[in-house]
C-alpha cells in the first residue's frame, strides 16, 4: 500500500522551484548538475512532508528549523537541510516500499 506524501498540487510547486532555480543559475552561467536536482528535490520533499505533519487536524506543533546532513551518492554528495519540528516527529517514518 502506498502513501502519498506529496498532493499534485505541491508536485507542481516543487517542480516549478526546481526548474526556476536551474534556470537562474544558467543565466549566472553555471551548468546545473544531477546532483544539485537530487539535493533540491530531496530538500524539497522532506519540507512537504514537514507541513503535512504540520497541517494535520489537532496537530500542536511548530517548525523549529533545519539541521544538516550529508549525503553521499554516486553522483556527488548532497547537503540536505532536515527539517525539525519542535514537538513531535524526531525520527521522520520514512515509509518505503520493497519489492519482495
Request: charge should be negative.
Amino acid at each position: 500500500m502506498s502513501r502519498e506524501i506529496i498532493d499534485e498540487e505541491k508536485k507542481k510547486e516543487l517542480i516549478n522551484e526546481i526548474a526556476l532555480k536551474v534556470v537562474k543559475d544558467m543565466e549566472k552561467g553555471e551548468k546545473p548538475s544531477i546532483s544539485m536536482l537530487f539535493e533540491e528535490l530531496i530538500n524539497g520533499i522532506m519540507k512537504c512532508e514537514q507541513d503535512k505533519y504540520l497541517n494535520e487536524e489537532g496537530k500542536v506543533d511548530n517548525a523549529n528549523g533545519y539541521y544538516n546532513r550529508t549525503l553521499s551518492l554516486s553522483v556527488g554528495r548532497l547537503n540536505l537541510k532536515v527539517p525539525r519540528v519542535r514537538y513531535g516527529m524526531s525520527n521522520i517514518a520514512w515509509e518505503v516500499e520493497t519489492c519482495g
